[in-house]
């Protein structure tokens, strides 16, 4: 029988917001989002201290903190799914495996906690914390909108990334996707201008078997650079796989610059997708020459190109969460969903059948209340702190009816 529209609506209502997905209007991201917000403090500048303090002591997370912005904003955009914890979440995902940077994150997130509870996200943090570390190796300072918000989900089968042996075109269709021109993606590779590699990343494709031709090394890398890696950093044994390579020159490689480029100009770009850029014939290639040449200028380009990363698809409003800790969500879809099942029952609109009970039955009966709104937020309030109430309140109704049919059909449904 079809229900009637004022439970509909109410289910909707309880469906939508249980499941986390009422609207309200998707708020804009803006700069200053939290101001006023954290009591006195200011957030921004609590981050970056904390940049600057890891920075000092530890110029990688520079490195560190872009990979993992690019790795982070490229899956379902800017929304803290790489940081969960959990069997098969993103971070489990072969390419974030060797991602890191997360307890700088983890420990901003703590301080931000202490001071305003609840309020910045996880995804803001991320990408204010690359910003700072960004100006703090040279590059320019950008300004940062914020107000993401962090996403109920992660999980690892969505992590699809480029290949370090990709050609230019390839890269540019993976880029392309995501609505990045051509122009952008050279530029958001020039993030190459820090950090390092493996020699797992080129012994095979570039080294030793280049084109899957044993003993064949890759005519577009310098050979005095190919000689010095199988000889000394990348010898052909598997005990040199963790051995690390610079991705731009070791003087250079804390510094955010435009030498990366002009390695790419020398054939000494140590990925195969960093020299592909510059390979014969590909379109990029001109975008290189002008960027390391300064007739376009990459210092003013990256922040635009690290910008538009950052508001991929990004969650605002009431989409979504800000997570109390940066690697664990709130609650999982699944027992959200369990949830639903609950407050349905609790609300009583999932029971239906006896002919005395009706819909909005205590409408008008507690002055001025709406019973059904109350018992809701109540039951929602304790599973944000406590998830384990779904599993007792759902033992508790099934030993107080002796069985509600209904009820334990579509639990067992969704739980499958
Ligand atoms: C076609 C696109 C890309 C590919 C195939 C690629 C691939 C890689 C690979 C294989 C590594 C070395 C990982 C390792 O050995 O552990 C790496 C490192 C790095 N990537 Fe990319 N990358 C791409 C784009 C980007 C973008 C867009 C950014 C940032 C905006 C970025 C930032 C970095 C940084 C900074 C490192 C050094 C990390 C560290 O030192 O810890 N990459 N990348």
Redesign the pocket.
Same mark, same amino acid.
């Given at each position: 029988m079809a229900l009637a529209a004022r439970t509909r609506a109410v289910l909707l209502v309880v469906a939508l917001s249980v499941l986390g997905l009422a609207t309200g209007g998707v708020a804009q991201l803006k700069n200053g989002f939290y101001t006023g917000k954290c009591g006195t403090n200011d957030v921004e500048t609590i981050v970056q201290g904390l940049v600057k303090a890891r920075v000092a002591r530890d110029a #990688?997370i520079? #490195?560190? !903190? *872009?990979?993992l912005?690019?790795h982070e904003c490229?899956i379902n955009g800017c929304d803290a799914g790489l940081l969960v914890d959990g069997p098969r979440t993103e971070k489990t995902a072969k @390419?974030n495996l060797?991602?890191?940077?997360y307890d700088l994150i983890a420990a901003i997130k703590t301080e931000l906690e202490k001071r305003c509870p609840g309020v910045v996200s996880c995804s803001d943090i991320e990408i204010l914390a690359t910003r700072d570390a960004v100006a703090l190796a040279g590059g320019q300072r950008y300004a940062v909108r914020t107000g993401r918000r962090d996403r109920r989900q992660s999980s690892a089968t969505d992590v699809r990334? @480029? %290949?370090?042996e990709?050609t230019a075109a390839q890269?540019a269709s993976?880029?392309g996707s995501l609505g990045f021109t051509e122009l952008d993606?050279v530029v !958001? *590779?020039?993030?190459?201008t820090?950090?390092?590699?493996?020699c797992? %990343?080129i012994k095979k494709t570039r080294l030793y078997s280049y084109g899957g031709k044993p003993n064949s090394t890759d005519p577009n890398l310098d050979p005095s650079d190919a000689a010095v890696y199988k000889k000394f950093v990348c010898p052909n044994t598997a005990s040199s796989d963790n051995n690390i390579l610079y !991705?731009d020159t070791q003087s250079s490689v804390s510094r955010i610059d435009n030498s990366y480029y002009k390695r790419l100009q020398g054939r000494h770009g140590v990925?195969s997708?960093d020299q592909n850029l510059y390979a014969n014939g590909a379109s990029t290639k001109k975008h290189v020459d002008n960027l390391a040449n300064n007739v376009i200028d990459f210092s003013s380009l990256f922040p635009k190109?690290?910008i538009k !990363?950052s508001e991929l698809k990004v969650l605002t409003g009431t989409h979504g969460e800000v997570r109390k800790l940066g690697n664990e969500m709130a609650l999982a879809a699944r027992t959200r969903a369990v949830l639903l099942v609950v407050a349905l029952s609790v609300l009583g609109l999932a029971t239906g059948g006896v002919a005395q009970l009706k819909n909005g039955f205590y409408t008008g009966k507690c002055g001025a209340n709406d019973v059904e709104t109350i018992v809701q937020g109540l039951v929602k309030a304790r599973v944000s702190r406590d998830a384990a109430i779904v599993a007792q309140l759902l033992r508790l109704q099934f030993h107080e009816c002796a069985v509600n049919v209904r009820v334990t059909i579509l639990v067992l449904a969704i739980a499958s």
């Open positions: #990688a520079v #490195a560190q !903190l *872009l990979r912005q690019f490229a @390419p060797s991602v890191k940077g990334l @480029p %290949k370090e990709d890269a993976y880029f993606m !958001l *590779l020039g993030a190459h820090v950090g390092v590699t493996h797992i %990343k !991705l990925l997708v190109a690290l !990363l």
